[in-house]
T-cell receptor, first 110, second 111 residues
């Protein structure tokens, strides 16, 4: 089993739709969680951290479910500019290195 | 302030050739990293350097060597390139995950 797994998609949604991605992780002791965004053929960039209490940044909401060992990213009112690959990132232990999921591709259509 | 820069952007090698990928950062970060990204695999850590003068293996170090030349520069060397090393290589720097910045990547093809 991979340490971090994502549904690779692609998710094809119309503008204005709400879309959600899940990511599961295998190490129950994992400490920190993040979502990165990667545009086509470009470098990954941090989108948001995922806190135990959940957090929201505009149209984006991230949640953590430690009992089921997954994190989620919800995007409301999708824009064309949201088209990208979303990478789930987990740090399995304190001071450890980032473990990336394989990414979920999102395509928002007019 | 350029952030993280990588050279070259593209490279084609023949099997057995060697090359060095260069990475530099101007953010005064202690930590630097080399990743590779393959289709369907996400990013995998090759080597990292927690500070100047130290380097450690990551998840997929075989076939690679690194040098932390100074605080700014961290190079990745392929001594004898193989087709399995065809990939996109990203350098990153930072101290914590929410301050880890990636370079634009090097697209390497080994024939």
């Amino acid at each position: 089993r991979k340490e971090v797994e994502q549904d690779p998609g692609p998710f094809n949604v119309p503008e204005g739709a709400t879309v959600a991605f899940n990511c599961t992780y295998s190490n129950s002791a994992s400490q920190s969680f993040f979502w990165y965004r990667q545009d086509c053929r470009k470098e990954p960039k941090l989108l948001m951290s995922v806190y135990s209490s959940g957090n929201e940044d505009g149209r984006f909401t991230a949640q953590l479910n430690r009992a089921s060992q997954y994190i989620s990213l919800l995007i409301r009112d999708s824009k064309l500019s949201d088209s990208a690959t979303y990478l789930c990132v987990v740090i399995p232990n304190q001071g450890g290195k980032l473990i990336f999921g394989q990414g979920t591709e999102l395509s928002v259509k007019p | 302030n350029a952030g993280v820069t990588q050279t070259p952007k593209f490279q084609v090698l023949k099997t057995g050739q060697s090359m060095t990928l260069q990475c530099a950062q101007d953010m005064n970060h202690n930590s630097m990293y080399w990743y590779r990204q393959d289709p369907g695999m996400g990013l995998r850590l090759i080597y990292y350097s927690a500070s100047e003068g130290t380097t450690d293996k990551g998840e997929v170090p075989n076939g690679y060597n690194v040098s932390r030349l100074n605080k700014r520069e961290f190079s990745l060397r392929l001594e004898s390139a193989a087709p399995s090393q065809t990939s996109v290589y990203f350098c990153a720097s930072g101290g914590t995950p929410d301050t880890q910045y990636f370079g634009p990547g090097t697209r390497l093809t080994v024939l």
